[in-house]
């Protein structure tokens, strides 16, 4: 049994302004194996391991073939690393992780909140995932950072579930809470400044640095169960620094997996 299962989604159906991440699975795991760095994590594990199985990337057709995919590789591992594809995919992959993880915290980054009922009318918008998630009880917690964007409906939908929101404008890495239960990272690529990720669909200035990110990663005091990186669109990219900053930040998920 792998004790980590790599697998990508190259599905952005579902994304409201631009499409593109559908073409960001293979950039990535391109970025993380290229020869200008190697595959090791800050803490000194190396990502390039037998433990990690990647099972390449999954073509969907149908919205909740990405739940079916998903529950099959949890009953080979305990653990998932997922590469998007547009932040959509979150729905499916936690309606799989709940019937193996009754009690999960998320730990959410993005520039939004993607708490909207529905978007243009479609209730599983890459806007939406959170509503679903939270009006199904799929998580224990959810715990928010990096948020810029929140209009009064996201307000009025985060008080209705609960929801932890650490805006930007008050961020601040220690008073991000402890965590209890197994945590998910959801981690949307804008909610990092376009300067260090141009490669966005939506560009959404004054976020967290690279630095910040890899900090709140490293600083996790929690059994991290599952991951995925979202919203990459190759389309937007320079020089493709936002996939080398994926690859760096799937390195640095994968070695805090491995050594939790
Ligand atoms: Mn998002
Ligand atoms: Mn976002």
């Keep these: 049994m792998s004790e980590i299962i790599l697998q990508g989604f190259p599905y952005d159906e579902k994304s409201s302004y631009q499409k593109g991440p559908a073409l960001a699975p293979p950039l990535i795991r391109e970025a993380w194996s290229c020869d200008s760095s190697n595959y ?17 990337d999954f073509n969907i057709t ?17 653990r998932i690393i997922t590469l998007g594809g547009d932040h959509s995919i979150t729905f499916p992959i936690i309606r799989a992780y709940h019937k193996k ?7 959410h980054i993005d520039a939004h909140a993607d708490l909207y009922h529905d978007f243009g009318g479609d209730p599983y918008s890459h806007a ?6 939270m009006e199904n009880g ?3 917690r959810l715990v928010q950072v990096g948020i810029r964007t929140l209009n009064s409906h996201q307000i009025e939908q985060a008080e209705k579930f609960g929801v932890e929101i650490n805006p930007m404008n008050d961020f601040n890495i220690g008073r991000l809470p402890k965590f209890t239960n197994p945590v998910y990272i959801s981690l949307d690529l804008d909610g990092i400044d376009p300067a260090y990720a141009p490669g966005v669909s939506h560009n959404e200035p004054g976020g967290l640095s690279s ?14 169960v599952g991951a995925y990186i979202v919203e990459y669109n190759p389309n937007k990219d320079f020089q493709k620094m ?3 900053l994926a690859a760096k930040l799937m390195k640095e998920i994968i070695g805090k997996m491995m050594k939790s």
């Excluded at 149908?62 to 305990?78: G, N, P, V």
């Excluded at 630095?211 to 991290?224: C, E, G, P, S, W």
């Design 138 to 140: 799929l998580a224990s």
């Design 211 to 224: 630095r910040d990110v890899i900090n709140i990663i490293q600083k996790l005091d929690a059994k991290i």
């Design 62 to 78: 149908e919205y909740f073939d990405i739940e079916r995919i998903t529950t099959q590789h949890l009953k080979e591992a305990k």
């Design 40 to 56: 090791y994590a800050e803490n000194g594990l190396n990502t390039n391991s037998s433990k990690l199985s990647d099972r390449g």
């Design 128 to 133: 939406s995932p959170f509503a679903r998630i």
């Design 242 to 244: 936002t996939a080398f």
């Design 101 to 107: 993880y009754p009690a999960l915290d998320i730990l």
